[in-house]
């Protein structure tokens, strides 16, 4: 009963002032233009799309947790329940991202006569866009005492995901950097989309242990 009470409210988070919807016609929108301008070139197309699906999870995450942390404080309350209402946040996260992807995914127009090749364009734009929330939620924990390191630490981790991945420099930490810079990296060099399923699982794993660090850290603010 009390999951139904918050789903229900997240999704109303979403949907007043039209937002999401808003959001994903501006993406279609920029979908198509971008498959006007470069239909040809396969793997600039797919990159760009990786790269609109990866900044649109910020920005929809931005709004969510922004309007949450704003309006949600007497259903904390009544909830009483922080692992309940965190795991509630993330499902929620893990679902609109997928919609995006899926919708995403349609107007690529990349579909293939293959399920695996088909099924791995939309894994990578659904796990691209998980990655991109994890992100905001891990840094949300420091916005409430420590804005100004939150947002440092924001747009370093953005950076060091869209960063060369074969710099020599990033070479040494690239196993702990978001993987989103990988994926263009190979498919670009590939053109082949079952070539991205190895990244596709890193980035799975990479987001459940971005968001669930952000859960832990999260907790001290719960009440506020």
């Not at 002032?17 to 070139?41: C, K, R």
């Not at 309007?67 to 965190?86: A, H």
């Not at 946040?89 to 579909?111: D, E, K, P, R, Y």
Request: proline share 3%; with cysteine.
């Amino acid at each position: 009963m009390k999951f139904k009470l918050l789903f229900a409210n997240f999704s109303r988070i979403m949907i007043d002032d039209l937002i999401y919807p808003i959001t994903l016609g501006l993406m279609i929108i920029l979908q198509l233009t971008i498959h006007l301008l470069i239909s040809n070139e396969t793997a600039i197309k797919f990159s760009s799309v990786i790269l609109l699906n990866f900044f649109i999870a910020i920005i929809l995450a931005m709004y969510f947790l922004k309007r949450d942390s704003s309006e949600n404080r007497y259903l904390k309350q009544r909830v009483n329940s922080y692992p309940l209402y965190v795991s509630t946040q993330i499902l929620f996260m893990v679902l609109i991202n997928a919609v995006t992807a899926i919708i995403s995914g349609i107007f690529t127009f990349l579909f293939s006569d293959t399920p695996a090749a088909n099924g791995t364009m939309f894994l990578t734009l659904m796990t691209t866009a998980w990655i991109g929330s994890a992100i905001i939620f891990v840094c949300r924990s420091m916005m409430t005492n420590h804005k100004y390191i939150a947002t440092i630490c924001f747009l370093l981790i953005v950076l060091f995901s869209l960063a060369d991945s074969n710099n020599d420099i990033l070479s040494y930490i690239n196993w702990i950097l978001p993987p989103v810079s990988n994926l263009i990296t190979t498919f670009q060099e590939r053109t082949e989309m079952v070539a991205l399923l190895p990244l596709v699982l890193r980035q799975f794993v990479y987001s459940i242990l971005l968001f669930a660090i952000g859960g832990l850290f999260n907790k001290k603010n719960y009440a506020n």
